[in-house]
């Protein structure tokens, strides 16, 4: 069967992640006078054509399909945007449609901030990976004194410091100053040897806040603001709820009742420790930050931070329920803020993050230079779906838009392949 240019493939129904999803055909899309179709990173391959139109009609699906109330999707593909929408609304109760500067938090999608706070500051010779977390917080303190002294940076980025599970999160809850929490991990019973055990950690991963302010003698939302919002111009971007409270343009958090999605306040949960949980963003700011985290901003993140950073520190549970839309998985691990995935021989680097009704996920695939990043301001299926099948759906093209590439490379004659 030939396939000739321009055939419109996102008629044709796809099994991506072990079920069937119809694509149906000229689905009328919302979007905004400012949100006009984006250039592609090739605009004469006809191939990333197509599969920005299939990708178009697939996030509408799914997101129609969620029941989500409002999300905000940006994809990226080499050094710019190819897709960016805000589709459904900031709040139930309000006609205001979500675009693309619409505020939504982070969540633990945060995390992968706090890690790139601390690569550029490695790079910048304040500090080292390997070096203890008491050279810069003395007052620092596990139950074990022996095990306090063995832990570096490196292992709170990578939840091995050997602490149980979610180890006082309901304190970060609870709306616990940071430093009292901190201390509170002294009173902890450790599961296992510093760098041997992944444990999923909040408190613990916020103690990166005071190592880095020592490193840099500044606040780390000073930091976060001066070494990556806005050298990447992250206007959107923030990490105090007073900030949040006072953005006009911001979705607004929903979870389930009765009668269907209902608004909740905006908590101040997360906000005490904000390296775990406390960034604020919009769709555009995540285009610039998947940029960035592509290698395409090396005078913000060099390429030796986000080696570092995405490098496999401690193998993860595969049966993890984080992954559980996700097909051929090879490995999981967990790196320096991030998920790091083996998957259908890529490797990707993945993070979600859920807080006070918002949802949100991250990922990048720089060996194929593409990233997504999804937003949504109810728990919705939309977050844990997209990403897995925006990573099988790209698959299916990336062999045609790549054989155009070398194609055009060469003659720059439009051409059929064959299947």
């Known amino acids: ?23 149906i055909p000229f689905l009328p899309i919302w979007q905004s006078s400012e949100q006009a179709p984006l250039p592609t990173s090739d605009p004469y391959n006809p191939y990333q054509q197509q599969f920005i139109e299939a990708l ?12 989500a109330p409002g999300a905000g999707i940006v994809v990226v593909k080499d050094s710019m945007p190819i897709l960016m929408r805000g589709y459904g ?15 939504f938090r982070l969540a633990s999608v945060s995390k992968g901030f706090a890690s790139a706070l601390a690569g550029v500051l490695v790079s910048d010779s304040l500090m080292n990976w390997s070096d203890p977390v008491t050279d810069y917080v003395p007052a620092f303190a596990l139950i074990s004194p022996e095990q306090t002294r063995e832990v570096t940076i490196k292992h709170v980025l990578s ?4 602490l149980p599970y979610h180890a ?20 902890v019973n450790l599961i ?15 103690v990166i806040e005071p190592v880095v302010e020592a490193a840099a003698i500044e606040s780390y939302q000073t930091l976060l603001q001066e070494r990556i919002f806005e050298p990447l111009h992250m206007n959107d971007a923030s990490v105090w709820y007073d900030d949040m409270m006072e953005v006009s343009n911001k979705a607004l958090p929903h979870l389930r009742g009765r009668g269907g999605w209902v608004t909740i306040p905006i908590s101040k949960s997360y906000y005490n420790v904000p390296s775990a949980g406390g960034v604020n963003a919009s769709t555009m700011d995540m285009a610039q930050w998947l940029i960035a985290l592509l290698g395409n901003r090396p005078e913000v993140l060099s390429k030796q931070a986000l080696d570092s950073i995405f490098t496999p520190q401690i193998a993860t549970p595969i049966e993890n329920r984080y992954f559980r839309h996700w097909k051929h998985l090879e490995g999981t691990y967990y790196g320096l803020g991030w998920r790091i995935l083996h998957h259908a021989g890529d490797t ?33 299926s939309l977050v844990s779906r997209a990403v897995p099948i925006f990573m099988a759906l790209y698959k299916q093209y990336a062999p045609y838009i790549r ?10 004659l439009e051409f059929e392949m064959t299947d």
């Open 159 to 162: 939840h091995t410091t050997g």
């Open 348 to 380: 990707i680097a993945y993070h979600g993050g859920y807080a006070n009704g918002y949802r949100s996920v991250a990922a990048v695939d720089r060996g194929n230079q593409i990233g997504i990043c999804v937003l949504s301001n109810a728990p919705s």
């Open 403 to 412: 054989a155009w590439e070398a194609q055009m490379k060469e003659e720059p």
């Open 192 to 206: 296992g040897a510093v760098g041997q055990w992944y444990s999923y950690q909040n408190v613990a991963y916020g």
């Open 89 to 103: 609304l900031r709040s139930v109760k309000e006609p205001d449609s979500v675009d693309m500067h619409t505020v």
């Open 168 to 187: 006082y999160t309901n304190l970060v809850e609870a709306g616990m100053l940071r430093d009292d929490m901190i201390k509170s991990l002294a009173d």
């Open 56 to 67: 178009e009609d697939t996030l509408q699906y799914l997101f129609d399909d969620s029941g």
């Open 1 to 23: 069967m030939k396939i000739v240019l321009r055939t419109l493939i996102r008629r044709m129904p796809y099994l991506i992640g072990g079920f069937v999803l119809v694509v």
